[in-house]
């Protein structure tokens, strides 16, 4: 069992910038991991993922050239949100997985997630 934990979510002004960090209890054993977020009255939305041995980054299209992921050790992978909008407002979750060929983008691919961490961007 892998535990998630993120944290650097606050409140922003538009156009400003944030950055997410998800601590791993380990990661020895994951493949991929990957951020999501969720707003309100809508599904939970694939923003990005990295293949964790190799650093190969995927993104979605609505954060594609804002946000960027990294690992920041072997424990800690970062989202660093840059230009941010109103419509980027919703609880961003991480999540993990120890399974090779997965669908990145699919929530159903991932068995370990954290607790989210709120983002509110300010017009």
């Known amino acids: 069992q892998v535990q998630l934990v993120e944290s650097g979510g606050g409140l922003v002004q538009a156009g400003g910038s944030l950055r997410l960090s998800c601590v791993a209890s380990?990661?020895?054993?994951?493949?991929?991991m990957a951020w999501f977020r969720q707003a309100p009255g809508k599904e939970r939305e694939f923003l990005g993922a990295i293949r964790w041995s190799l650093d190969i980054t995927s993104y979605g299209d609505s954060v594609k050239g804002r946000f960027t992921i990294s690992k920041d050790n072997e424990n800690t992978m970062l989202m660093q949100m840059d230009s941010l909008k109103p419509e980027d407002t919703a609880v961003y979750y991480c999540?993990?997985?120890?399974?090779?060929?997965?669908?990145?983008?699919?929530?159903?691919?991932?068995?370990?997630w954290g607790q989210g961490t709120q983002v509110t961007v300010s017009s």
């Open positions: 999540a993990a997985s120890p399974i090779w060929g997965i669908s990145v983008d699919s929530t159903t691919s991932y068995p370990y």
């Open positions: 380990d990661t020895i054993s994951l493949y991929y």
